[in-house]
């Protein structure tokens, strides 16, 4: 009889059921009250006392793995049962899986960043939340300052001043007061102007300022740097131009703008018929901004530039709504590649 039930152990072992019903008929055939253990544990009073043993310890084995069989057979048709209900096919293959993008603010962005790298730029970034010194007044800035209401603020709390920073100049002092010159250095970074939302302007938006100082820099060096910019990221033919203009923490100031590279420089609604466009604001810096940040004014000299990366985009890929970048429609969105 103990080798019986062994036979019973491995034929439990091998069973195997695609539906429910043929698992209740093997739950009977074990289990049920008609079953083959109950009948095996009505035989138990027969078995020899030397035997007992060892023919409890056989037939509650088979008791548990029948019992094992059944749960593990309904739980794994109960299951299949789900996933065939949740409309998703396990076994297709992910690969059809439709590839995101990166965002064009992000591919110009890079591109950016690349130049300048190889021109031995670094990078440096800064916190987004700045205090009044690092935002304003370490860059020529001073309360009651008339430039400061070209830069319409969010500030956050008053006295001391905290604030969104409305451009990443403010990482420029930090790196300056932080390293000793010579430095070289970009800083990209997203910046907050309280402004109306156009297809021209955002209150958020992105920008990259560069720096410049060491002894004997000059102005010559900064427009080189610039020219050489403009022609890898838009074309060898692209030619600039710089203009007057102002900025207080640089003096020289000037506004840089490049030939138009939709019409080649005849004239389009893009260039508003000039054949030049603006890209970009520059000058040297101004004593007091190296002065206030610990770095010899008598001694170094130094450039700067800063660019909105949003400006750059829309002339590169002709988008003419600011706001596409910020809509995060995928439509729009997939059209842009990083090669």
């Given at each position: 009889?103990?080798?019986?039930?062994?036979?019973?152990?491995?034929?439990?072992?091998?069973?195997?059921?695609?539906?429910?019903?043929?698992?209740?008929?093997?739950?009977?055939?074990?289990?049920?009250?008609?079953?083959?253990?109950?009948?095996?544990?009505?035989?138990?009073?027969?078995?020899?006392?030397?035997?007992?043993?060892?023919?409890?310890?056989?037939?509650?084995?088979?008791?548990?793995?029948?019992?094992?069989?059944?749960?593990?057979?309904?739980?794994?048709?109960?299951?299949?049962?789900?996933?065939?209900?949740?409309?998703?096919?396990?076994?297709?293959?992910?690969?059809?899986?439709?590839?995101?993008?990166?965002?064009?603010?992000?591919?110009?962005?890079?591109?950016?960043?690349?130049?300048?790298?190889?021109?031995?730029?670094?990078?440096?970034?800064?916190?987004?939340?700045?205090?009044?010194?690092?935002?304003?007044?370490?860059?020529?800035?001073?309360?009651?300052?008339?430039?400061?209401?070209?830069?319409?603020?969010?500030?956050?709390?008053?006295?001391?001043?905290?604030?969104?920073?409305?451009?990443?100049?403010?990482?420029?002092?930090?790196?300056?007061?932080?390293?000793?010159?010579?430095?070289?250095?970009?800083?990209?970074?997203?910046?907050?102007?309280?402004?109306?939302?156009?297809?021209?302007?955002?209150?958020?938006?992105?920008?990259?300022?560069?720096?410049?100082?060491?002894?004997?820099?000059?102005?010559?060096?900064?427009?080189?740097?610039?020219?050489?910019?403009?022609?890898?990221?838009?074309?060898?033919?692209?030619?600039?131009?710089?203009?007057?203009?102002?900025?207080?923490?640089?003096?020289?100031?000037a506004e840089v703008d490049i030939s138009c590279n939709i019409c080649k420089g005849d004239g389009c609604n893009i260039c508003k018929y000039t054949g030049w466009v603006e890209i970009l604001g520059c000058g040297m810096v101004d004593p007091n901004?190296?002065?206030?940040?610990?770095?010899?004014?008598?001694?170094?000299?130094?450039?700067?530039?800063?660019?909105?990366?949003?400006?750059?985009?829309?002339?590169?890929?002709?988008?003419?709504?600011?706001?596409?970048?910020?809509?995060?429609?995928?439509?729009?969105?997939?059209?842009?590649?990083?090669?």
């Amino acid at each position: 009889m103990l080798d019986q039930i062994k036979e019973h152990i491995i034929e439990v072992e091998k069973f195997q059921a695609d539906s429910a019903e043929a698992v209740e008929q093997f739950r009977i055939k074990y289990l049920g009250k008609k079953g083959v253990l109950n009948d095996l544990f009505l035989a138990f009073k027969d078995v020899p006392n030397q035997e007992k043993k060892a023919f409890g310890q056989t037939l509650n084995e088979l008791k548990t793995k029948a019992q094992e069989k059944v749960d593990t057979l309904k739980e794994a048709l109960e299951q299949k049962e789900d996933n065939a209900g949740s409309g998703i096919d396990l076994t297709m293959s992910s690969e059809p899986m439709r590839l995101g993008s990166r965002h064009p603010l992000s591919i110009v962005k890079n591109e950016i960043i690349e130049i300048f790298a190889r021109l031995g730029f670094t990078i440096s970034e800064g916190p987004e939340i700045e205090d009044d010194w690092h935002n304003f007044s370490a860059l020529n800035l001073p309360d009651e300052h008339p430039a400061r209401d070209m830069q319409d603020t969010f500030f956050i709390q008053r006295d001391p001043d905290y604030l969104l920073r409305t451009h990443t100049s403010s990482v420029q002092v930090r790196f300056m007061e932080k390293n000793k010159a010579p430095i070289r250095t970009i800083s990209p970074g997203r910046v907050f102007r309280n402004e109306a939302i156009s297809a021209r302007a955002h209150c958020i938006f992105h920008q990259i300022e560069g720096l410049y100082v060491d002894e004997n820099v000059s102005f010559a060096d900064l427009k080189q740097t610039l020219l050489h910019f403009a022609q890898e990221f838009f074309g060898k033919e692209t030619e600039i131009r710089l203009r007057p203009s102002y900025f207080p923490f640089t003096e020289p100031s000037a506004e840089v703008d490049i030939s138009c590279n939709i019409c080649k420089g005849d004239g389009c609604n893009i260039c508003k018929y000039t054949g030049w466009v603006e890209i970009l604001g520059c000058g040297m810096v101004d004593p007091n901004v190296l002065d206030n940040c610990g770095i010899d004014s008598k001694k170094y000299t130094g450039f700067a530039f800063g660019m909105g990366v949003e400006r750059i985009t829309m002339l590169k890929y002709q988008i003419k709504d600011l706001r596409f970048f910020f809509e995060n429609d995928v439509r729009f969105l997939e059209q842009f590649t990083s090669a």
